[in-house]
């Protein structure tokens, strides 16, 4: 199966439910949304397993990255009731994840590891599975990356004046 048909395969529940399609109004880093961010986290933990020959359960990544911020706010907007930790929300939104994932689907445990892990070094436990690793790896990668993409033009705006 290709990448795409993959998500979509092991996917399709969390990819047409009500509350993964709103995440798409909630900005995560530049102006990627957060369902946009965890579609690709998805992508690139599959081209990381692909690519390294991890032989990874690809169903778990697949469903660990697509619910990796599953926080269900905008963490930028300090003033939202359920942002409750709005200044260390990269500390606590993978428990807040994990509590909405398991109320809307039935996660393993590697999924359950995934989600709740995914900040290492922040969540200070590491993770205990070698996909959890992955999509940590994956989430680091295309995190930086939009961020980057996100402050290229005000690199530009500054290096002309």
């Not at 048909?5 to 993964?20: K, M, Q, S």
């Not at 907007?77 to 939104?93: E, M, R, S």
């Not at 980057?148 to 290096?159: N, P």
Request: aromatic content about 10%; hydrophobic content about 35%.
């Amino acid at each position: 199966m290709t990448i795409n048909e993959t998500i979509r395969a092991y996917g399709r529940d969390i990819l047409d439910a009500e509350n993964f399609k709103q995440s798409s109004k909630n900005i995560q880093h530049g102006t990627v949304s957060v369902r946009a961010h965890s579609i690709q986290v998805a992508r690139m933990s599959l081209v990381i397993n692909r690519g390294l020959h991890l032989d990874c359960d690809e169903r778990s990544l697949v469903r660990g990255a697509l619910l990796h911020d599953y926080f269900q706010y905008d963490w930028h907007d300090w003033d939202d009731p359920k942002n409750t930790h709005a200044p260390l929300h990269g500390f606590y939104h993978p428990g807040i994840a994990l509590k909405n994932a398991l109320k809307e689907f039935s996660l393993s445990d590697t999924e359950q590891d995934i989600i709740k892990k995914h900040m290492w070094p922040l969540t200070v436990v590491p993770p205990s599975y070698k996909e959890s690793w992955v999509v940590t790896l994956a989430e680091k990668y295309v995190s930086a990356k939009e961020t980057l993409r996100g402050l290229k033009g005000r690199f530009d705006a500054t290096a002309t004046n």
